[in-house]
């Protein structure tokens, strides 16, 4: 009598062929799954490429009761976190982005080079010379300094540069940008990495309103805390950028990462009311040389258009 679980010997050939065919089709299967998801990480390399490198503009219409006729459309480029990046030979990519705006001023809101506790020697401020002038060929150009610029030792050699191509630096000051007779108030401060005795942009804009009441004012900054610090200033409107779009963007949720990497920041992007001003906040175009990847988050140029209420 023979076992239930007893082995025939030979086999028969049915069984051969059966067993083969299965083993064909199982490998068959795997090497159809191994290529669905080659085919899945090449396309999330290729999402990862394009957001990286494709400039969108993102565009703003803001009004405000005491901004002067004069200034009635007045048209405002932001360009933040460039961090050395580049975008088409001499950046010429970017600088067409800008140009095609037709922008009446440019803000520049720091981090455009890269922290090193190597010294660079000035070298990183010189080769953002070329992007400088044919930036401020465009139009008049304002800057303050992000972390990044204080994290390197370019503040040597940096604010040459930007004189000697023609682009104001705000260092925690304000300055009156005129038009037909009316003017309003451009003003900058530096960023908390920079000088122990700079000003507290609080200070300074309290400073600013007491020196041109009444007047429209704009504030240059890098850090996008303000309304979590700053929840009340005298001014209409802040700029600034450094979250980098939260450097990960998730439909529905925003930005992954805030600084330090901490999870669903606010403030990210965009534009937030605060109790007395308007603050919008670039995603900005580079990332950091120690930051992991932008993801679904392009390079972001920011166009705002004022009008007059």
């Known amino acids: 009598m023979r076992a239930d679980n007893a082995v025939l010997w030979p086999p028969k050939k049915e069984d051969i062929y059966l067993k083969i065919n ?4 199982r490998k068959k299967k795997k ?3 191994r290529q669905v998801l080659l085919l899945l990480l090449a396309l999330l390399a290729a999402a990862l490429l394009d957001s990286r490198y494709r400039i969108v503009t993102t565009q703003y219409s803001l009004s405000y009761a005491d901004l002067p006729q004069s200034f009635d459309g007045l048209k405002l480029v932001q360009i933040s976190d460039l961090h050395m990046t580049s975008f088409g030979k001499d950046n010429g990519h970017l600088l067409s982005s800008v140009a095609a705006q037709a922008p009446d001023v440019i803000l ?4 455009f080079l890269n922290g090193s506790k190597t ?12 992007f400088f002038e044919k930036l401020a060929a465009i139009a008049p150009c304002y800057y303050v300094t992000g972390n990044n610029e204080w994290a390197s030792t370019e503040m040597k ?3 040459a540069v930007l004189k000697e191509t023609g682009v104001t630096y705000l260092k925690n000051s304000g300055v009156l940008f005129e038009q037909n007779g009316e003017s309003i108030v451009l003003a900058g401060v530096d960023d908390p990495n920079g000088p122990a005795d700079q000003l507290r942009p609080d200070a300074l804009c309290q400073k600013l309103a007491a020196r041109y009441p009444g007047k429209f004012k704009l504030l240059l900054a890098h850090r996008n805390d303000f309304p979590a610090k700053y929840p009340a200033l005298p001014v209409d409107l802040v700029v600034c950028g450094h979250a980098h779009g939260g450097i990960v963007r998730l439909p529905g949720l925003g930005g992954l990462f805030g600084s330090g990497y901490r999870l669903l920041p606010a403030y990210d992007a965009g534009l937030y009311h605060s109790g007395s001003y308007d603050m919008i906040v670039s995603r900005g175009l580079g990332n950091g040389k120690k930051s992991i990847p932008r993801l679904f988050n392009e390079p972001e140029l920011v166009a705002i258009t004022l009008h007059t209420k």
């Open 108 to 111: 520049l809101t720091g981090d």
């Open 22 to 25: 299965n083993t064909h089709k």
């Open 157 to 159: 050699f940096l604010p």
């Open 31 to 33: 090497s159809g799954a």
């Open 119 to 130: 010294p660079t020697d000035g070298a990183q401020a010189a080769a953002l010379q070329p």
